[in-house]
């Protein structure tokens, strides 16, 4: 990996942490490009209905066929790629905040409430603070330290994704 990273070019006067952490950040910003891009993919898969071309019984066989997601994430990129498609909110932007947050929004953009204050929390902020703004009701479970949001079904421990060694102290009450 060290040697992967001190060939790029410009990074050889840079420590290796810093070498580690631009290297990461490049290629989750590719990662994320390549989300977008594979949305725009299957919305032009779904809209001219080119998985019945290939013998799929249906758009979501075809999607499950693909073994890269569920249905639902998949749902949730053609959605991006629409609002991306009618100027409500930048591709720019979708990059910025990441898929899950950008995921997170799509309610509000359907309701016509997206402000420009959601999209900065989006942005910079975590997505529990983003949770609370968009109105999710963060439960607090008496018995440990985690948090239950009974609108996204997230299980969150101090206001990061539970472990798994820590949702089994998690109520399965909703």
């Known amino acids: ?40 993919l299957l919305k032009a898969n779904f809209e001219g209905a080119f998985w019945s071309q290939l013998g799929y019984e249906n758009f979501k066989d075809y999607i499950e066929s693909l073994g890269l997601f569920s249905y639902s994430w998949a749902t949730r990129m053609i959605n991006l790629s629409y609002v991306v498609a009618a100027q409500l909110i930048t591709r720019e932007d979708i990059l910025e905040m990441g898929m899950a947050k950008a995921a997170l929004i799509l309610p509000a953009l359907k309701q016509g409430k997206l402000t420009q204050d959601i999209i900065e929390i989006a942005k910079h902020a975590p997505a529990s603070d983003l949770r609370l703004e968009l109105g999710h009701k963060i439960q607090e479970n008496d018995d440990c330290d985690e948090i239950y949001c009974p609108r996204c079904g997230e299980r969150l421990y101090n206001l990061r994704w539970a472990s798994r060694a820590k949702r089994s102290c998690v109520s399965d009450a909703t």
């Open 1 to 40: 990996m060290s040697t992967l990273l001190s060939n790029q070019q410009g990074l050889s006067n840079i420590s290796l942490s810093e070498q580690n952490v631009l290297a990461t950040m490049e290629k989750a910003r590719s990662i994320k490009e390549s989300f977008l891009d594979i949305g725009d």
